[in-house]
């Protein structure tokens, strides 16, 4: 197994025999670790204290960018929806990951897959209810601010 991976799965490892979730993740750039994180649900209630996340603010945070383009992820498990999106947002190129979601399911860990499944759906048939309301006549549209700008 690649030593990154390995290094990713012995987080999770750890993590679970800590009280946690069996997720862990190593961001890696140039042949080198640059970050980790693990699934830190259980001691921050966090909802987004995701492995792959924390790898990802780590690293942004102490090279003060959100540019991870030349970035390499390696996780235990194929990343949820909310770790994924970070990681287009990020500009990661590459993810690398051990256990699949399906996997994830048969432990009882399914909450990704529903929501992979939710989102392939028309807004309107979606579980979590999204309604667009229009700003008011006359209100600042940050939207047009930000056109505005470049």
Not at 5 to 29: D, I, S, T, W, Y
Not at 32 to 53: F, K, R
Not at 99 to 119: C, F, N, P, R, W
Request: contains cysteine; aromatic residues 8%; glycine residues 8%.
């Amino acid at each position: 197994m690649d030593k990154f991976m390995e290094r990713a799965v012995h987080l999770a490892v750890e993590n679970v025999k800590g009280g946690g979730q069996p997720f862990g993740a190593v961001l890696v750039k140039d042949d080198h670790t640059v970050a980790e994180g693990v699934n830190e649900l259980h001691e921050t209630y966090d909802i987004s204290g995701h492995a792959e996340m924390l790898a990802m603010r780590r690293a942004q945070q102490a090279l003060q960018t959100n540019d991870l383009s030349t970035y390499t992820m390696y996780a235990s498990g194929e990343p949820c929806p909310m770790c994924l999106t970070a990681m287009y947002f990020a500009g990661i190129e590459s993810v690398f990951y051990c256990a699949s979601m399906e996997e994830a399911v048969e432990a009882g860990l399914g909450k990704a897959k529903t929501i992979y499944d939710d989102i392939q759906k028309p807004k309107s048939a979606r579980a979590l209810s999204m309604i667009q309301m229009p700003l008011d006549e006359g209100q600042e549209n940050p939207m047009e601010q930000w056109k505005e700008r470049k």
